[in-house]
Structures are given as structure tokens and as C-alpha cells.
């Protein structure tokens, strides 16, 4: 069931706003109906239940990103403890885990050859950026806080491209302090969401800050849930391959976590409970 939202609904005088924004949003998504017509569905958001399907939608895509930025990104910016210890980046040069890692994280930020029909973007643009793109040009907030999400976005764009550059030097004290800038910019882009969305942290749909503590990642029980979910998710999505038919199936292989789209999956009660509860 998508989550209640508050009345975010743009007041009368912002409606043009709110149409040139919906048109921008169809045109980045590639949503414009055949012939460009858009103007029948220009207001569709402002119907409550409509705009609460969106958001969850794209709730959904927050914590999958969320989930990459930690999950994926993070033990190539910060390898294993038990790595660095067995290593001498002197002697071992481009070999060291430290710089070997970061290499393999610029790969992942490298764009792939440009197609004429389909605009190329790197992992994180399809997976962190467009997500937050997209939430920040639809029309389901007001016109204040869309404009508060992009500002958001842009500065999060702008650390991504200073992430790529320190990583292909190989800079790791500069890339380290990147990924926490980036870090902080999600954070600051779920906390103004969450505010608006006025959802409790209970909800599946609300958006858990990121966590810069080690400790926290390694110990807490609720992110170790959400880890090993990403793990299976991972698995499935691989065995898969978006049908949803074998998505059942798999469930034989990885258990009952298999079943859900939600990265949190059908437990969410249980999955959000917090350390000791």
C-alpha cells in the first residue's frame, strides 16, 4: 500500500510551475506520449493517490541506491581491514588494495560508449544521480521543495565528478573525503524527503540516513539485515532476470527474502526493528 503523503499539492498560482516541471521530468524519463502531447496528465500528481504511487516508486529506487552506495561503493573506497594489514602500498605499488580498489571504482563511474539512440550514463548516474533527479523534478512536492531537491542534486553531481577525478589519480585521502561528502549530500536530500513525506521510520518507504560509522555498517543488526538483503537481492536479480516467474522460483534457492521487490522485503515490521528491541 504507497504511504499517505501530506498535502504537498503546488497552490493554485504554482500549477504552470508544476506543469513545466512535470514536462521536464517526461522529457528526461523519456514519458511523453506519442505525437508530445502532454498537457491531459500535466496535473495527474496532484491527485492524492496518484502522487502516493509515484513516491513510492521512486521511494523504492532511493533505498536500492542507498543500498549501492554503501554495499558496492563503499568496500572499494574503504577495503577490508584485514587487507590493508596484509599490504605495503610502498612496495606494492599499483597492487596495493587501497589503489586497486579505487581504480576498479573509477571503471565503475567511466560512461560507456555514447549509443545514438539511448543517452550512455555510468553506474552511479543510472543508480544515485537519476533517482534523485527524477524525485526532484516531479511534481509530487511543492515547488519550493522541488527546487531544495535539485539544489541537493546538483551538489551531489558535483561531488560524484570530483570522486571520479581523485579516484583515477589515485588520491585515496581525497576520495575518502568525497564519498563522505556524498554521503552527507544523501543524507540532507533523505532528511528534507523524509520531512516533507512526514513518514515514520517504520514505513518502508522512508528513507534511512547512511551511516559513516564502521561500527554501525559491521555491528547493527538492522544494517546487517539490509546488507544480507542486498546480498540476495543481488543473487536473485542475476538469476532472474526481471521475470518475475523465475523471481518466485528463486525462492527455493535464496528462501523467502527472494519473493519481495522491496529490498527490505515482505518482513518489513521485523526488518526494521532496531538493535536489542
Known amino acids: 500500500q504507497p504511504p499517505a503523503l501530506g498535502d504537498a499539492r503546488p497552490p493554485p498560482r504554482a500549477a504552470s510551475l508544476a506543469e513545466r516541471r512535470r514536462l521536464l521530468l517526461a522529457a528526461v524519463l523519456g514519458a511523453l506520449p506519442a505525437g508530445g502531447g502532454g498537457a491531459p496528465g500535466a496535473r495527474a500528481y496532484q491527485d492524492a493517490g496518484n502522487r502516493e504511487a509515484a513516491y513510492a516508486d ?29 599490504s605495503d602500498c ?42 534523485l533527479k527524477t524525485l526532484a523534478l516531479s511534481p509530487i512536492f511543492d515547488p519550493d521543495t522541488s527546487e531544495e531537491l535539485q539544489d541537493l542534486t546538483t551538489k551531489f553531481e558535483v561531488v560524484c565528478a570530483k570522486f571520479e577525478s581523485a579516484a583515477r589519480r589515485g588520491d585515496v585521502p581525497q576520495a575518502k573525503a ?20 512526514g513518514l515514520a521510520p517504520e514505513s518502508e518507504y522512508f528513507l534511512m540516513a547512511l551511516p559513516g560509522d564502521v561500527d554501525v555498517l559491521d555491528n547493527d543488526a538492522y544494517w546487517q539485515r539490509r546488507q544480507r538483503k542486498y546480498a540476495v537481492k543481488k543473487k536473485v536479480d542475476a538469476v532472474s532476470k526481471g521475470s518475475k516467474t523465475a523471481r518466485f522460483y528463486a525462492k527455493s534457492i535464496f528462501g523467502d527474502d527472494a519473493v519481495s521487490w522491496d529490498p527490505r522485503g515482505d518482513r518489513v515490521v521485523e526488518f526494521m526493528k532496531k538493535s536489542g528491541e
Open 90 to 131: 610502498e612496495a606494492d605499488g599499483g597492487a596495493c588494495p587501497q589503489l586497486a580498489y579505487l581504480t576498479e571504482a573509477a571503471q565503475i563511474y567511466k560512461r560507456p560508449p555514447q549509443s545514438r539512440s539511448v543517452p550512455s550514463m555510468s553506474k552511479p548516474e543510472s543508480t544515485l544521480v537519476m533517482p
Open 58 to 86: 521512486k521511494a523504492r529506487q532511493l533505498n536500492e541506491a542507498a543500498d549501492w552506495y554503501l554495499f558496492e561503493l563503499r568496500p572499494l573506497v574503504y577495503p577490508a581491514q584485514q587487507l590493508l594489514e596484509r
Open 178 to 197: 568525497l564519498y563522505e561528502t556524498g554521503r552527507e549530500e544523501i543524507n540532507s536530500y533523505f532528511k528534507k524527503v523524509n520531512r516533507e513525506t
